[in-house]
């Protein structure tokens, strides 16, 4: 069975620049989550979806973050522009609605602004 | 306070030994309570459930504390492949579906 599925694997730009993530969730998970990743601050939500709509962005550093879930086959996150700060390993996850349900996470996209 | 404290070790423990530690939450109405497990530089994989008259799988035994609200982990019998870091994870009732994790535990296993 196919998991979560993030692309890319690596991305590197320089500053300023507009970044794209994207994530397939696995099939018939309802729920998406966008995390990141530091040495410094662990694992962050960021924002997360419930039958495509946000329920919960608190986690969104700025307004230069951005998040959609146009279906319920695929997300993205935006950052325009970027820093140099937003550098960390961005993971998505998916779940079945409900709070006993475990996330399962893609690989993640390492992400570096230079 | 944050919300999921943990221990952050490392922890190191010879092969062939059992190593325990605990994670503490905050929110007192917690409903549901995970043992994710991150290997260096990958992504978080589910290794267990945590339920109300604990748990095992193989090697592994997670109990939940609810009057003093932490849960625990023990690995008996480690091995070489256990070394990771082992990340505590909560579902407050007020965020149904919201995961919060705690930052880790390391755990080292050494030959």
């Known amino acids: 069975d196919a998991g979560v599925i993030q692309s890319p694997r690596h991305e590197v730009t320089e500053m300023g620049q507009e970044v794209t993530l994207r994530c397939k969730p696995i099939?018939?998970?309802?729920?998406l989550f966008w995390y990141r990743q530091t040495m410094m601050r662990g694992l962050e939500l960021l924002i997360y979806?419930?039958?495509?709509?946000?329920?919960?962005d608190s986690g969104m550093p700025e307004d230069r973050f951005s998040a959609k879930m146009p279906n319920a086959s695929f997300s993205t996150l935006k950052i325009q522009p970027s820093e140099p700060r937003d550098s960390a390993v961005y993971f998505c996850?998916?779940?079945?609605?409900?709070?006993?349900?475990?996330?399962?996470f893609g690989d993640g996209t390492r992400l570096s602004i230079l | 306070r944050k919300e999921v404290e943990q221990d952050p070790g490392p922890f190191n423990v010879p092969e062939g030994a059992t190593v325990a530690f605990n994670c503490t939450y905050s929110?007192?109405?917690?409903?549901?309570f995970f043992w994710y497990r991150q290997d260096c530089r990958k992504e978080p994989k589910l290794l267990m459930s945590?339920?109300?008259s604990g748990n095992e799988d193989g090697r592994f035994t997670a109990q939940l504390n609810r009057a003093s609200q932490y849960i625990s982990l023990l690995i008996r019998d480690s091995k070489l492949s256990d070394s990771a870091t082992y990340l505590c994870?909560?579902?407050?009732?007020?965020?149904?579906?919201?995961?919060?994790f705690g930052a880790g535990t390391q755990v080292v296993v050494t030959p």
């Open positions: 996850a998916s779940s079945l609605t409900g709070g006993n349900q475990p996330q399962h």
């Open positions: 099939s018939g998970h309802n729920s």
């Open positions: 979806f419930n039958n495509n709509v946000p329920i919960d």
């Open positions: 929110n007192s109405a917690s409903q549901s």
């Open positions: 945590v339920y109300s």
């Open positions: 994870v909560v579902t407050p009732t007020d965020s149904w579906g919201k995961l919060q």
